[in-house]
T-cell receptor, first 114, second 115 residues
Framework: AQTVTQSQPEMSVQEAETVTLSCTYDTSESDYYLFWYKQPPSRQMILVIR??????QNATENRFSVNFQKAAKSFSLKISDSQLGDAAMYFCALNGGSQGNLIFGKGTKLSVKP | DTEVTQTPKHLVMGMTNKKSLKCEQH?????MYWYKQKAKKPPELMFV???????INESVPSRFSPECPNSSLLNLHLHALQPEDSALYLC??????????????FGPGTRLTVL
């Protein structure tokens, strides 16, 4: 069975600082994608960044980057120069099953302090 | 453009009512999804349509009835719901380039309250 674990229910960061959200996963698939989604209080699930498992290079999107450790099955999200608008629930997700459905972690609630 | 639209934004209904949720995408995606999300929880998959055919039904009660009239539209028909069905209902779509390694794009959701 595929699983995704986010061990940090809540995190807090000072504005302009850097924060790292953790995610570990388990899958028997060799070809899969990993995602970080952001869900602000407005509730829309927004794709932040994705990583293809067969790519060794870590994905980056502006202030967002990942540390993908395939052997350790770890996929952390680093947010640099944190902004007030980054405050949200962040979900780590895995897509690798034959059915194509996403497996979500329980989420990490990020607060940004001014 | 990675936009998925959902209507209505909010819906309040009684347990005897019949209502429908609507989802639309114009990205040419061939897979569409319905999720249910309770407060402070991750989304739970309900249904998946691939090429307009129902491919996954996660043992959802029959009071929820999905429909995919065409490749751009996805409906969720609601009938005789229970108060515990109150939740945020999210729609998503994906290109389906390769099953199992697809990126899903979500709509803004419909907040449903069942009285």
């Amino acid at each position: 069975a595929q699983t995704v674990t986010q061990s940090q229910p809540e995190m807090s960061v000072q504005e302009a600082e850097t924060v790292t959200l953790s995610c570990t996963y388990d899958t028997s698939e060799s070809d899969y994608y990993l995602f970080w989604y952001k869900q602000p209080p407005s509730r829309q699930m927004i794709l932040v960044i994705r990583q293809e498992a067969y790519k060794q290079q870590n994905a980056t999107e502006n202030r967002f980057s990942v540390n993908f450790q395939k052997a350790a099955k770890s996929f952390s999200l680093k947010i640099s120069d944190s902004q007030l608008g980054d405050a949200a629930m962040y979900f780590c997700a895995l897509n690798g099953g034959s059915q194509g459905n996403l497996i979500f972690g329980k989420g990490t609630k990020l607060s940004v302090k001014p | 453009d990675t936009e998925v639209t959902q209507t209505p934004k909010h819906l309040v209904m009684g347990m005897t009512n019949k209502k429908s949720l609507k989802c639309e995408q114009h990205m040419g995606h061939r897979a569409m999804y319905w999720y249910k999300q309770k407060a402070k929880k991750p989304p739970e998959l309900m249904f998946v349509y691939s090429y307009e055919k129902l491919s996954i039904n996660e043992s959802v009660p029959s009071r929820f009835s999905p429909e995919c009239p065409n490749s751009s539209l996805l409906n969720l028909h609601l009938h005789a719901l229970q108060p515990e069905d109150s939740a945020l209902y999210l729609c998503a779509s994906s290109p389906l380039f390769r099953v199992g390694t697809d990126t899903q794009y979500f709509g803004p959701g419909t907040r449903l309250t069942v009285l």
